[in-house]
Each structure stands twice: as C-alpha cells, then as structure tokens.
C-alpha cells in the first residue's frame, strides 16, 4: 500500500509553454501533498505544501504564479508549470501524507522536466 | 533555521561488509523526526528508516540502523552486510513536529558505492 504516482514521468517543452504535472495516491487519501524540485545531484528542495480543498502554502522564494498548485481531491494534487523557460528544466518530486501523519510520506516516482 | 549537513558526498563499501554514513544537524526544537531515504538510479525515494527525537532507543530495520546521539546532534545510518541493491543515493532529512505541515528538510545527500 502508499503509493504515489506521477504522470507524466518525462516531459519536453517548448520555453513559454505551460504544463502540468499530477500527483496521485493511488491506495489511500491524501490530506496534505507536497512538491519538491531536485537539480541534478542536488538534494530535494520544498517547493510548496498543498492541503486539500485549500490554496498551497509556498516555500520563500517560490513563485506561486509561476508554480500553480492545485490539490483538487484527496488522491490528486497538480502542479502546472507555467510560461515554462530553461532554468525550469528539473526534477520535480510529490509527496502525499496520510490523514493525521504528516511524517511518513510516500514519495511519487518525479517528473523530469526539459524546457527548450 | 534547522539545517541537515551530509559531510561524505561518497561512499563506498565492498558487498557483505558494513558501512556508516553521517548525518548532522541543527535545531533549536525538543521534538522532531530523523529520517533516512534512499534514492537508487530510478530517483523514487524510499524511507529507510525513521527515528523519532523522544525516543532513545535506535531505530532499527532489518540491516539498517541508527546511531542517534540527540545532545551532539547526530544521526548516523549503519548499513549492515551490504548488498548491491544498496547502492544509492542516501539522504538524511529532518521533519519539525507538531503545529507545522510535517515539512522535511534534507541533506545534501551521501552517494553510497558498493563493490562486488
């Protein structure tokens, strides 16, 4: 059981294209989500916690109208990359917590992101 | 602000023998979460281990364990009989309990070899 999936897993863009990246538990339901940014061999960075039904909480220095995050139901939280340029080309990870146990969360495979 | 240092960016051990990885970190709390996670070639992280800051026993999980020495800060992972699946990337991550959103922060990460 807990697992989270990330659709998609790899995905090319064009620079000032929009995307969006989901984020699904798929065996149980999520109140809280979270979406981490990992440069190349670097270590995992909080970008912003969702709860569901409610606006997301950004980490300092993270764009919220860049990074649009949404956490629509308890098993789905997305994350749309917008205008999307270069220096956004990453590894973007989710997270999702139990009910009631933010401190063992299952982590969703990451989404490579390329911006051209 | 807390801070998680990983002050070996490599590592390497010879299959079955044993290895230590360090972890230190930097909190004014009482109360809080360590953990481990593991990060192979497929970049799903995966928690290894957890320990909880009010117990003083070591975690322990089968060839995992841990080394935690709450006054010096430390937060030490032994990696018992090592096999080749071990080979990864290890980050050792805090989590602030109570009355935040269970965010983590993580080290930089300790890249784990291991030899046939």
């Known amino acids: 059981g807990a697992v989270v999936s990330q659709h998609p897993s790899w995905v090319i863009c064009k620079s000032g294209t929009s995307v969006k990246i989901e984020c699904r538990s798929l065996?149980?339901?999520?109140?809280?989500m979270f979406w981490y940014r990992q440069f190349p061999k670097q270590s995992l960075m909080l970008m912003a916690t969702?709860?569901?039904?409610?606006?997301?909480?950004?980490e300092q220095g993270v764009e919220k109208d860049k990074f649009l995050i949404n956490h629509a139901s308890l098993t789905l939280s997305t994350l749309t990359v917008t205008s999307a340029h270069p220096e956004d080309s990453s590894f973007y990870i989710c997270?999702?917590?139990?009910?009631?146990?933010?401190?063992?969360?299952?982590f969703g495979p990451g989404t490579r992101l390329t911006v051209t | 602000a807390q801070t998680v240092t990983q002050s070996q960016p490599e590592m390497s051990v010879q299959e079955a023998e044993t290895v230590t990885l360090s972890c230190t970190y930097d909190?004014?709390?009482?109360?809080?979460?360590l953990f481990w996670y593991k990060q192979p070639p497929s970049r799903q992280m995966i928690l290894v281990i957890r320990?909880?800051?009010?117990?003083?026993q070591n975690a322990t999980e089968n060839r995992f364990s841990v080394n935690f020495q709450k006054a010096a800060k430390s937060f030490s992972l032994k990696i018992s009989d090592s096999q080749l699946g071990d080979a990864a990337m290890y980050f050792c991550?805090?989590?602030?309990?109570?009355?935040?959103?269970?965010?983590?922060?993580f080290g930089k990460g300790t890249k784990l070899s291991v030899k046939p």
């Open positions: 997270s999702a917590s139990r009910t009631g146990d933010f401190y063992e969360q299952y």
């Open positions: 065996d149980f339901q999520a109140t809280t």
């Open positions: 969702s709860n569901e039904g409610s606006k997301a909480t950004y």
């Open positions: 909190t004014s709390e009482s109360d809080y979460y």
């Open positions: 320990q909880e800051a009010y117990k003083q």
């Open positions: 991550a805090y989590g602030a309990y109570g009355g935040s959103q269970g965010n983590l922060i």
